[in-house]
């Protein structure tokens, strides 16, 4: 008997000291269910399926929130306000963390097999260099000229500026024509329309590139009356109703009026410089009932906004594309511009394409090349979401890159002619990614250029190194 009560007791204390190590093992024994996380309150079927207002893809509703900004996972609730002419809505959605690596849906660290991305973007800044002033057929030239160079140089994409800043680089109902191009589309001719054909006709793809909330220094190019100042620049209101309204009907207008291959959006939403921004819109938000912090709702806006674009590329034709390129560290863009990349990539119904701006040398003291490259691939991604890296050819030659942080990392690009070709080779080595893009078309011809503290014959050499390894 008294080896039976021993056995009891050790069976007794081993029981103890199982559940007081793992919680969950006792929480599940006497509560009959298989989930051991209880900080999550799914909503119900019937609720999911009345929600009908909700443009997030495949949302959990929870009935938790987080006062602060902290970063860490908050669960978000549907609020609809209104603050003089801007209707402002919050749907139910959890926010994906910065620094979350468990994946809600299904994602891949498996090889790239679609074909390799190899593109460049063709900036407002050398549209308006090659079409302003000049007669149809000299901008016919020109944008051939940009066309028959990508060919030649190996390049299979075009990412072609169609919106800087409020504006239209094609024929549009909704913005007003650039002016460098308001001549051009005068005289019947419209840029885009003949590049997507010049692209076409060479087997390059053309994609869209819109920068979606900038206005730029001019105030009268705003097309709704949602905007606010940063740093003598405006910009569209993200929490706006108008102001999003205003951007999907400029999206939806280059869809399906154009056979481009895809639409992107780059690395502006918020401004960097949010100390004079006013708060109005947010105190509503809360005076109204809402619980998030300002951070994370000023990333619902965002994520608001990319989730419709993408759905309403996607509802026009089939094939289409919409690709966001972010910064290229991920903390800048959770916590500066607020733009919740993990969430958009770990997800479905975002986007169709990441190309973070990966604009560092293989000797910057943080976030050397391949260390930046690796934490992109690292990050849980949707296996419908392709990783693209974009590749700095505008640093090439360049005698000191200021932020890099060591005298070695401020010298590499004037010291060395092989980091274009090393990136792209290193990009290649990771069967991850799915390709490049080069910023930006004119460095490809660097002797034409007149930049003050660079190496123009380090840069030729460059561009020269790097097309030697251009086609796979």
Same mark, same amino acid.
């Given at each position: 008997m008294k080896r039976v009560s021993m056995i009891v007791a050790y069976l007794l204390i081993l029981t103890f000291a199982v559940t007081a190590c793992y919680p969950s093992l006792w929480f599940v024994s006497n509560s009959g269910s298989d989930k051991s996380d209880t900080s999550q309150t799914t909503q119900s079927s019937e609720t999911a399926a009345s929600d009908s207002s909700s443009v997030f893809p495949e949302s959990t509703v929870t009935e938790e929130s987080s006062e602060t900004d902290s970063g860490t996972d908050t669960q978000l609730s549907t609020t609809q306000t209104t603050s003089g002419t801007s209707?402002?809505?919050?749907?139910?959605?959890?926010t994906t963390s910065k620094k979350s690596t468990?994946?809600?849906?299904t994602t891949t660290?498996?090889?790239?097999?679609?074909?390799?991305?190899?593109?460049?973007?063709?900036?407002? $800044?050398?549209?308006?260099?090659?079409?302003?002033?000049?007669?149809?057929?000299?901008?016919?030239?020109?944008i051939d000229?940009?066309?028959?160079?990508?060919?030649?140089?190996?390049?299979?994409a075009v990412i072609f500026h169609v919106r800087a800043n409020s504006d239209a680089y094609y024929k549009s109902k909704v913005f007003s024509p650039a002016a460098s191009v308001?001549?051009?589309?005068?005289?019947?001719?419209?840029?885009?329309?003949?590049?997507?054909?010049?692209?076409?006709?060479?087997?390059?793809e053309l994609h869209a590139w819109v920068n979606p909330y900038r206005i730029g220094t001019n105030k009268s190019f705003a097309k709704c009356n949602d905007y606010f100042e940063s740093d003598g620049r405006y910009y569209y209101n993200p929490a706006s109703d108008d102001a999003?309204?205003?951007?999907?009907?400029?999206?939806?207008?280059?869809?399906?009026?154009?056979?481009?291959?895809?639409?992107?959006?780059d690395d502006y939403f918020y401004p960097s410089n949010l100390k004079n921004l006013p708060n109005d819109d947010y105190n509503k938000y809360k005076s109204d009932g809402g619980k998030m912090s300002v951070g994370d709702w000023r990333r619902t806006n965002v994520s608001k906004l990319i989730a419709t674009v993408y759905k309403k590329v996607h509802s026009i034709r089939s094939g289409c594309v919409f690709g966001v390129s972010p910064r290229g560290v991920q903390d800048q863009n959770y916590d500066v511009v607020y733009a919740d990349v993990a969430l958009w990539m770990k997800e479905k119904g975002y986007i169709d394409y990441i190309c973070p701006q990966v604009y560092f040398g293989f000797l910057h003291k943080t976030q050397a090349f391949d260390k930046n490259v690796d934490s992109w691939i690292a990050m849980p991604r949707h296996s419908s979401v392709r990783l693209y $890296?974009?590749?700095?050819?505008?640093?090439?030659?360049?005698?000191?890159?200021?932020?890099?942080?060591?005298?070695a990392g401020k010298a590499e690009w004037a010291q060395h002619n092989d980091i274009m070709k090393r990136s792209l080779l290193s990009v290649r080595s990771k069967p991850e990614c799915g390709g490049v893009m080069f910023f930006s078309y004119r460095y490809f011809t660097p002797a034409s250029l007149?930049?003050?503290?660079?190496?123009?014959?380090?840069a030729i050499h460059e561009v020269e190194n790097l097309l030697t390894v251009m086609k796979p």
């Open positions: 209707s402002v809505t919050t749907i139910t959605k959890p468990n994946s809600a849906t660290t498996k090889p790239d097999t679609g074909k390799e991305m190899r593109a460049v973007w063709v900036s407002y $800044i050398e549209l308006n260099s090659m079409l302003n002033g000049k007669t149809v057929a000299q901008a016919k030239a020109a000229g940009v066309m028959v160079n990508c060919k030649a140089y190996g390049l299979n308001k001549n051009l589309l005068n005289a019947g001719f419209d840029p885009l329309a003949y590049a997507v054909e010049a692209a076409h006709s060479r087997g390059l999003q309204k205003l951007i999907i009907s400029g999206v939806d207008e280059i869809v399906r009026n154009y056979k481009t291959d895809g639409v992107q959006f $890296i974009g590749l700095a050819l505008h640093k090439i030659g360049i005698l000191n890159d200021q932020y890099a942080g060591t005298n007149t930049q003050s503290s660079w190496s123009r014959d380090v």
